[in-house]
């Protein structure tokens, strides 16, 4: 018993350091969009945690990180409606941010042997799922900022697509470098042999 307690309490420890090195990443001077959305490396302490607990604790992280964006930095939708709202605190902020801690529900699937490759697929999974999540809002919520002559799902897409496929890609290749030099499930450099 006292041994779960102790794991549980060194989970919840990492876990909210994990989402406080989210912060920290976040306000490196990377470059932003006008209408939200920015270069960031601040997915990987989420997604990495994922790997190091499983996807429970992960998705918990991952709320507690969407949590943290919205009091960091809400933005209201235009429409400003209660149906309005509630779209954007799910899309823009739970679902995109929270899903991050999934990434393990999909490495597993790749066994032990391809686990780096694993990695490199969850992460670029659930990176390409706050695409999604973005890509939906743009559309959903803030088509007004198209311009007049645009399509708005052209006009969200290359917008949040602007910015999210470039942190995707980033994310997912610095995960697999991180995953290298520190072991998830060890917290020590990953053997050749299981790479």
Known sequence: ??????TR???????????????????????????????TVA??????????RGAKWGLMAGLVH??????????????????????CVLLDYVLAFALLGGADIIARLFGKKL????YAVGALCVTLI???????SGVLLWGSYAPEDMNVWVY???????YMIPNAIL??????????AVDPTTLRPMKRKEA
Do not use: H
């Open 1 to 6: 018993m006292r041994n779960t307690s102790k």
């Open 9 to 39: 309490l060194l989970a919840m420890v990492e876990g909210a350091l994990m989402v406080a090195l989210t912060v920290v990443l976040d306000l490196l001077p990377l470059p932003s969009w006008p209408q939200g959305g920015s270069i």
């Open 43 to 52: 997915m990987i302490p989420v997604i990495y945690y994922s790997y190091r």
């Open 66 to 87: 969407a949590a943290v964006q919205m009091l960091l930095g809400w933005y209201a939708p235009p429409a400003g409606t209660i149906g309005a709202t509630v779209l």
């Open 115 to 118: 686990r780096l490759v694993g």
């Open 130 to 136: 706050r695409f999604v999540c973005s890509f939906l």
């Open 156 to 162: 969200s897409l290359t917008y949040n697509g602007s």
């Open 171 to 180: 994310t997912t290749v610095l995960i697999v470098l991180l995953c290298i």
